[in-house]
C-alpha cells in the first residue's frame, strides 16, 4: 500500500521472535506442534450453528479475541471486520437516530449521513435504538457482523447488515475479571464482573460496571488547553439466568449507561474550487454563477483547534449528556422437541448535545453564529414470540411475530447567540435558558455587544414508530450435502410526526410502509470442512418525515414544509455468492464472498438554508431520495494458526458503490457557469447527473492485517507480542465526489506477560499518528455572505452563503498500561 504500511507489517514480523528467553531447540519443538482455531457458535439465524456451516457472510469476534485485539469500542470492532466501515464522526454527539456523523454505521458501502442507519446493532437479538457508539464490550461473549440485508429474521434497522452482541450467561461456580488501564491523555479506565450461581443449578447472576475517563487529546486554542475529544462514561449492569427445570431457561437483563463528554474537536476546510465569479462587492460579494466554492482534494487536519469551550461551560452545558435504561427478558421452552422463545425488552433514552461550530482557522474568523444545542429523548418498546421444530428433521424451520414501538419525547434546539437587538421567541426563559412549549411570546430585552444569551426552544414531539411482523424460515434438507432455505417477513412500518413548529394546527404526519422481504438460500457442503452457498435477499428502509429545525422563523418553516417534508422508502436486492471452510487440523480458516446490490431511491442528503428567530442564518441537513445505486464488492477473510505460538489474520474487503442515475440540483450549482438551470428536471443535464460517481463516506479498499506471538518466559509466564493494522481507502463527503478524506492508516501494537490469571500488558494504539479526518460534512460559511442568480429567475438575485466542510479530528497516537486479573 504505501511505506507506512509495509514498515508497520515489517515491525510485527521482525518483533515476534525477540519475545522471551526461550532456548532454540525449545523454541522449535514447541512451533512444531499447531493449535487448532477456536470453534465459533453463531446464532445468526435464531439457532445455534457452527459459523463454517451457515450459509451467511458473519465475522464472529469471541470474548478471548476482543481480549487479546485490546477491542473495547465499535470503531475498535470496524478496524476488525472486512466490508463493515464505522467512524466516530464528532466524538460521541448524536442521538444514534438521526444519522448524525457519530452514528454512521456503513456495511457492504450501503451508508448513509442522515436518518435512521443502514445497519442495525442488536444485545442478545434486541434492537438498540440509541447511539452504540460508548456501549460496554467488557459483558460480552461474542459478536456476530452480519453482512447483507437481515430484515428477514432480526427485522427493522438491518438494511445492509446487523451487528449482534451475545452476552454472557452465568458459570457454575463464582467467577469475573477486574481490569485497569492507565494511558496517555488522562485515560483512566477500571471494569470487571462477578457471575456464579445463587441457587445452585437454578439461579445464576452476573454484575459488570465500567468507569472510563480520557482528558482529551486536541490542543485549543481559545483556552489554551489540551481539551479536545474528551470523553467520561459510567456503565452498570447485571443478568439473572434462571433454569428451574431442564426445559425451562428465564433470562433478565438490565443496565444503565451515562455519558459526560467535553467538545469535539473539529475544524473547517476552506474552499479551492469552484469558486464564484464575482462581478460585484457592494454591499458584499456578488456572483454571475450559482457556485459558492468548494474544496476539491484531500482534506487535511490542522494541529491544533479553535472552540470557544469557555463560553459553553459557562451555562453548564456538556458536549454530550447522554443517559440511557435498557430492560430486557428471555423464555425458553422445550416441549417434544420444539423450542418456544420469547422476548420482552424496554429502553429508555434521553440526550443532549452542545457544541461551538463556529472553529475556525484562526480566531479573527470566529463564525458569530455557532454555538448549537439540542435535546431529545425516546422511549421503546419490543416484543417478539416465535416457534421452532426439531432441526434434527428433513424440513425444519421457525415461525414468530413481533411488535415494535417507539415514541420521541419533548426536547429542545436552538443557539446561543453573541450580540445584539431584541429578538423575539415563544415563551419565557427559565433558569436554563429554555423557553417552555405553549407560552405567550413576549420579547427579550437587547442583548448588549460582546454578552452571551442562550436561548433554547422547547419542542412538544409526538413523533413515534410502529412496527408489526410475522417472519419465517423453512429449510429443506434434499440430502447430507444439499440445503435450500426459504425465509421472509411482512412488516408494516407506520411512521408518524407532529413536530409543533413543522405543524402549527397540530396536525399529525403520518405513513404506512408495507413491505414483503424475502431470502433465498441454497447450500451446498463440499466435504465436512468446506461449505459453498448462494443467496438472495430484499432490505428495505421506511421513508419518513424530515425534521425541520424548530429555531427557524415562521417564512422559513412554510418554504421547508411545502418542498421538504417527506422522502420516500429505499429497498436494495442483494445476490450473494459465498464459500467458508477450515483445514481438517483446522489451523487454517478461510471466508470468502461476492456480492451484488441494486439500490432503488437512496437516501441521501441537501442542505437549505433557514433563518431563524433571532435573525441569524443556520442550515438544515435534510434527507431526499437518490434515483440508483450499484454495488459490487468482495469480502475475504484468512485466519491461520500454523503453531501454538503462533497466529496470523488477514481481511480484505473490496466495494465498488456507485451512483446509477441522480439528479442533484447541488452539483448542478457546483458546475454552474452562467446562472440558468438547465434541463435538470427532464433528465438531460449533464451537470447535475451524479451517474458514474461513489456514493459518499464510503471506502473503495479496506485491508486488515495482523499476527501474534506467544511464548513461554519462565515458570508460568508468558511474553506475547500483537501487531494489528487496518487500511482503509479514502472517502468522498458527498456524491459530488471532491472533497475526500485521504487513505487511513491504523495501527495498533500490544506487548506484554501473562499467567493463567494475570495479564499485564503495554499498548500504543494509533502507533503512525494517523491524522485522516473521521468525517467530512458540507455547511455554509455564515461569516461570508454572496449574492447569486435565482434558480428561477437568473435576472434576479437571492442571498446566500459561501460553501465550507466541517472536519472531525480523529483519535492521535496514545500510550497505555492495562491489567487485567481474572479469578
Not at 418525515?545 to 429505499?570: C, H, M, W, Y
Amino acid at each position: 500500500m504505501t511505506r507506512r504500511f509495509i514498515l508497520g507489517l515489517s515491525t510485527v514480523i521482525a518483533g515476534l521472535p525477540a519475545v522471551g528467553g526461550v532456548p532454540a531447540a525449545q523454541a522449535q519443538q514447541s512451533a512444531q506442534a499447531p493449535a487448532a482455531l477456536e470453534e465459533i457458535v453463531v446464532t445468526a439465524r435464531k439457532r445455534e450453528e457452527s459459523l463454517t456451516e451457515v450459509p451467511l457472510s458473519i465475522s464472529a469476534f469471541s470474548e478471548g479475541f476482543l481480549e487479546q485485539k485490546g477491542i473495547d469500542s465499535i470503531v475498535d470492532l470496524a478496524n476488525q471486520t472486512p466490508g463493515f466501515s464505522f467512524r466516530s464522526g464528532f466524538g460521541r454527539v448524536g442521538s444514534g437516530q438521526g444519522g448524525s456523523a457519530s452514528s454512521r454505521p456503513a456495511i457492504r458501502g450501503q451508508s448513509n449521513i442522515l436518518g435512521v442507519p443502514n445497519a442495525g446493532f442488536f444485545v442478545d437479538g434486541v434492537y438498540v435504538s440509541g447511539n452504540i457508539a460508548s456501549y460496554q464490550l467488557d459483558n460480552v461473549e461474542r459478536i456476530e457482523v452480519i453482512r447483507g440485508p437481515q430484515a428477514a429474521l432480526f427485522g427493522r434497522g438491518t438494511f445492509a447488515g446487523a451487528v449482534n452482541f451475545i452476552t454472557r450467561k452465568p458459570g457454575d461456580e463464582i467467577g469475573g475479571k477486574i481490569e485497569v488501564q492507565a494511558g496517555q491523555y488522562d485515560r483512566w479506565e477500571a471494569n470487571g464482573y462477578v457471575s456464579g450461581p445463587l441457587v445452585a443449578d437454578r439461579v445464576g447472576f452476573e454484575v459488570n460496571a465500567r468507569y472510563y475517563e480520557f482528558g482529551g487529546d486536541w490542543f485549543n486554542r481559545a483556552v489554551g488547553e489540551r481539551n479536545g475529544g474528551d470523553e467520561s462514561s459510567r456503565n452498570i449492569g447485571g443478568k439473572l439466568y434462571f433454569t428451574p427445570s431442564d426445559n425451562f431457561t428465564l433470562e433478565v437483563n438490565g443496565g444503565y449507561s451515562k455519558d459526560l463528554d467535553g467538545y469535539f474537536a473539529g475544524g473547517y476546510s476552506g474552499i479551492n474550487c469552484q469558486l464564484p465569479t464575482i462581478v460585484a462587492t457592494v454591499p458584499f460579494p456578488r456572483s454571475s454563477n450559482r457556485r459558492t466554492g468548494y474544496f476539491c482534494g484531500e482534506v487535511e487536519t490542522q494541529r491544533t483547534w479553535y472552540g470557544r469551550t469557555d463560553v459553553l461551560e459557562a451555562f453548564n452545558a456538556d458536549g454530550v449528556d447522554r443517559r440511557s435504561y435498557r430492560g430486557s427478558a428471555k423464555a425458553t421452552y422445550d416441549v417434544n422437541e420444539w423450542t418456544l422463545t420469547g422476548i420482552a425488552a424496554y429502553n429508555k433514552y434521553s440526550n443532549e448535545n452542545s457544541f461551538d461550530s463556529s472553529f475556525s482557522q484562526s480566531e479573527v474568523s470566529l463564525r458569530p453564529t455557532g454555538f448549537s444545542t439540542g435535546q431529545d429523548r425516546r422511549r421503546d418498546w419490543s416484543v417478539e414470540a416465535r416457534i421452532e421444530s426439531p432441526v434434527d428433521r428433513t424440513v425444519h424451520g421457525l415461525a414468530g411475530v413481533y411488535y415494535y414501538r417507539e415514541d420521541d419525547g419533548s426536547g429542545n434546539q436552538g443557539a446561543f447567540t453573541l450580540g445584539a437587538g431584541q429578538i423575539p421567541i415563544r415563551g419565557t426563559v427559565d433558569d436554563r435558558g429554555i423557553v417552555p412549549y405553549g407560552q405567550a411570546a413576549p420579547m427579550l430585552p437587547a442583548v448588549p455587544a460582546g454578552v452571551i444569551r442562550l436561548l433554547r426552544t422547547a419542542t412538544q414531539n409526538d413523533s413515534a414508530v410502529r412496527n408489526w411482523s410475522v417472519f419465517g424460515l423453512l429449510e429443506f434438507e434434499i440430502n447430507e450435502d444439499i440445503r435450500l432455505t426459504a425465509e421472509g417477513r411482512y412488516q408494516s412500518d407506520r411512521i408518524t410526526s407532529d413536530q409543533a413548529v413543522a405543524n402549527p394546527n397540530n396536525v399529525l404526519l403520518n405513513a404506512t410502509f408495507k413491505k414483503f422481504l424475502p431470502r433465498a438460500t441454497a447450500s451446498y457442503a463440499l466435504n465436512e470442512d468446506w461449505n459453498v452457498y448462494a443467496n438472495v435477499a430484499k432490505g428495505n428502509k421506511p421513508g419518513g418525515f424530515n425534521g425541520l429545525p424548530v429555531d427557524a422563523d415562521a417564512a422559513s418553516i412554510a418554504a421547508l414544509r411545502a418542498n421538504n417534508q417527506t422522502f420516500k422508502e429505499e429497498s436494495a436486492w442483494t445476490y450473494e455468492l459465498g464459500v467458508k471452510g477450515n483445514t481438517e487440523d483446522r489451523t487454517l480458516g478461510f471466508n470468502g464472498s461476492g456480492y451484488w446490490i441494486d439500490w432503488t431511491d437512496q437516501q441521501l442528503t441537501k442542505s437549505e438554508i433557514y433563518i431563524r428567530q433571532n435573525g441569524t442564518a443556520n442550515t438544515a441537513a435534510l434527507i431526499q431520495n437518490a434515483g440508483e445505486s450499484r454495488v459490487r464488492g468482495l469480502e475475504l477473510e484468512v485466519n491461520a494458526r500454523p503453531t501454538d505460538e503462533f497466529d496470523v489474520r488477514v481481511a480484505w474487503a473490496y466495494v465498488d458503490a456507485k451512483i446509477r442515475n441522480f439528479l442533484d440540483d447541488e452539483q448542478e450549482d457546483l458546475y454552474d457557469t452562467d446562472g440558468r438551470v438547465g434541463a435538470l428536471n427532464t433528465g438531460n443535464d449533464p451537470t447535475g447527473q451524479a451517474r458514474g460517481q461513489r456514493l459518499p463516506q464510503v471506502p473503495a479498499h479496506q485491508l486488515i492485517v495482523g499476527a501474534g506471538y506467544t511464548r513461554p518466559i519462565q515458570g508460568d509466564w508468558e511474553g506475547f507480542l500483537r501487531g494489528d493494522m487496518t487500511y482503509e481507502g479514502k472517502r468522498f463527503s458527498q456524491v459530488d465526489n471532491l472533497a475526500h478524506t485521504g487513505d487511513s492508516y491504523i495501527a495498533n501494537f500490544r506487548v506484554g506477560a501473562q499467567t493463567e490469571d494475570l495479564t499485564l500488558t503495554f499498548f500504543v494504539n494509533n502507533a503512525f499518528d494517523d491524522r485522516t479526518p473521521t468525517v467530512l460534512t458540507r455547511l455554509r460559511d455564515f461569516a461570508r455572505l454572496l449574492q447569486i442568480p435565482n434558480r428561477l429567475n437568473p435576472a434576479l438575485t437571492q442571498t446566500t452563503f459561501f460553501r465550507d466542510i466541517q472536519v472531525g479530528y480523529p483519535r492521535k497516537r496514545a500510550w497505555g498500561l492495562s491489567a487485567n486479573y481474572k479469578f
